[in-house]
């Protein structure tokens, strides 16, 4: 079985353009089974045995366009050893939301940070990388897929032996404990999966309820444990995971983002 990475990002992150950089001209090209969204595939040009897996570009992991069912399904069953996830550095605080959706899935993950060009043009803004990474808890690497920079430094990192890593985000500590205790009733899942599939069902993800085979036990005290998370918070359990999201990022951001707008809006 060749090793395989799922590359993932956004529209306009530049997915296609660091796809051919990797690859080259050759690529199978046909569609995923079922629905009309083009499937891509091609080797990697410095080691033939990997196979670039295109995933197609979407916002979020959600049941609701086939862009992100197809995507979400390859990312939970797929045969993957690691997942790239390119970017957009210029666009940081929404790609991060699907990276944080990647991580999620409980795959090795590795983010390329494209458009640093543009990003070192904008000049009020600076991401320090190391801080980003460690903030993630996966590696960061800053390319140029247009102009191809810092592309051989990710092909490298792609092939380091053991560099795969993967960690989770650790959300709000009262949706953490609600979802460690959706998590225990999944024992009958592979561990790295159980997250995944706890956030789901905390989430109330339709196509996941379905899925999961529940007793009616399981069922109700899940139930129960939503119904608790929903009166402390005030809100949706849906809506709890899209803040407790957007909290991380915003953690994230201000460890590894530096703005000189926001020096300049505190000396006015
Ligand atoms: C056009 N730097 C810069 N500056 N641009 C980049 C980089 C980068 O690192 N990477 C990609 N782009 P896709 P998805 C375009 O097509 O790969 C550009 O959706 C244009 N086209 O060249 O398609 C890339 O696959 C006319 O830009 O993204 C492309 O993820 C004028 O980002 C765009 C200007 O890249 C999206 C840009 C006719």
Do not use: C
Request: hydrophobic fraction near 40%.
């Amino acid at each position: 079985m060749p090793e395989a990475i799922a590359l993932v990002g956004n529209p306009n992150s530049g997915k296609t353009t660091l796809f051919n950089a990797l690859t080259g001209a050759k690529q199978a090209i046909g569609n995923w089974p079922g629905v009309t969204v083009e499937r891509k595939a091609g080797k990697l040009r410095q080691d033939k045995t990997v196979v670039i897996q295109d995933l197609p570009g979407t916002y979020s992991l959600s049941p609701y366009t086939s862009e992100e069912i197809v995507t979400r399904n390859f990312l939970l069953d797929g045969e993957l050893s690691q997942v790239l996830n390119v970017v957009d550095a210029t666009n940081l605080e929404r790609n991060l939301y699907l990276t944080l959706q990647v991580m999620e899935t409980g795959r090795p993950l590795i983010v390329a940070l494209n458009m640093m060009d543009v990003l070192k043009k904008q000049h009020h803004r600076q991401i320090n990388l190391d801080k980003l990474s460690y903030a993630l808890g996966v590696p960061v690497v800053g390319i140029s897929a247009m102009n191809g920079t810092n592309v051989p430094e990710l092909v490298d990192h792609l092939l380091t032996p053991n560099a795969k890593t993967y960690a989770y985000p650790e959300y709000d500590p009262r949706v953490e404990s609600a979802l460690s205790l959706i998590q225990a009733q999944l024992k009958a899942y592979p561990a790295e999966k159980r997250r995944w599939y706890a956030i789901k069902l905390f989430e109330q993800d339709e196509q996941v309820v379905e899925k999961v085979q529940l007793t009616d036990k399981q069922q109700d005290d899940i139930q129960q444990t939503i119904a608790t998370a929903e009166k402390l918070f005030g809100d949706t359990s849906d809506a709890i995971m899209v803040n407790a999201r957007y909290d991380f990022i915003a953690r994230v951001i201000a460890m590894s983002v530096v703005d000189d707008n926001d020096f300049s809006e505190s000396w006015s």
